[in-house]
């Protein structure tokens, strides 16, 4: 199966010239890459976020395949929905799905099932891949998204993503895809989003999940990310670094009313 691009020309440039050359703009020079566990990175149109997420995968090195657990924002298909075969198209070309290290996430997880339909209009993903086919063209991937929100729904997705690429001889890297407050002051966002992130900080999924639940914090793929914690944590992550953290008002000058955007390193 072939999932075309569904954002080209919206959250980003529709063809391959112009993404190319929207993708060199964002990238910093140079950058200390490293070996990283997982990754945190927001999903907005590149104006917006796009140098967010280029300043954490210019810090990292790229691996054989990636798992990018994203937010069903449109809650469409199964509440917990994996591709395991096929490719994803994006004005670069091709990304071909992971299919071994697919299955063998489904295979370790109670909650996880084969569906299309979850991942058909959902942007969350998609809009990594131009980053990471800049980073390692012949990279793979294995696409996870959310919709439930539950706690055991998200350890369940982390403790098989774990169990597979424990068993798998490749590099892979986690990446969780969020953004971070929505429409919200940025005094508000940036009070809120700091416990979310003291949270990712401490390596700590259960933290993470309950406060964004109890205090209402507006961050749209937090159970994306708590599932990648328990995933980084299971395979023995160590520490956690904030590498970048702006809002929209950047670009528009409104303070008044922001969507945030952070980058996170999890070694």
């Known amino acids: 199966m072939i999932r075309r691009a569904v954002v080209a020309g919206s959250f980003y440039a529709a063809t391959r010239d112009r993404l190319q050359s929207q993708l060199e703009e964002l990238f910093p020079e140079g950058g200390n890459r490293q070996a990283v566990r997982a990754v945190v990175a927001p999903h907005a149109g590149y104006l917006y976020s796009g140098r967010v997420a280029a300043e954490v995968y210019a810090r990292v090195i790229p691996p054989e395949t990636w798992v990018i657990i994203g937010p069903n924002h449109r809650a469409a298909g199964a509440r917990a929905a994996i591709m395991s075969s096929g490719a994803w198209e994006t004005p670069l070309g091709g990304v071909s799905i992971d299919e071994e290290l697919a299955e063998a996430i489904l295979a370790q997880s109670t909650v ?13 993903i998609e809009v990594q891949l131009p980053f990471l086919q800049r980073e390692g063209p012949e990279s793979r991937f294995v696409p996870i998204a959310l919709a439930s929100h539950d706690y055991a729904v998200c350890r369940d997705v982390g403790m098989a993503v ?9 590099t892979t890297v986690v990446v969780a ?27 700590d999924p259960e933290g993470l999940h309950r406060v964004v639940t109890r205090d209402g914090i507006s961050m749209c ?34 303070a008044n009313e922001v969507v945030a955007y952070v980058g996170m390193l999890i070694r």
Do not use: C, P, W
């Open 177 to 203: 895809s969020t953004d971070m407050s929505h429409y919200v002051s940025r005094a508000e966002a940036g009070t809120q989003d700091r416990k979310a992130i003291d949270a990712i900080l401490a390596l």
């Open 221 to 254: 793929g937090f159970h994306a990310v708590t599932a990648a914690l328990v995933a980084a944590n299971a395979l023995g992550a160590m520490s956690a670094e904030l590498v970048s953290y702006t809002d929209s008002g950047a670009v528009t000058g409104d």
């Open 112 to 124: 996880l099932s084969r569906d299309h339909l979850a991942h058909a209009r959902e942007h969350s």
């Open 162 to 170: 774990a169990g597979a690429i424990r068993e798998s001889k490749r």
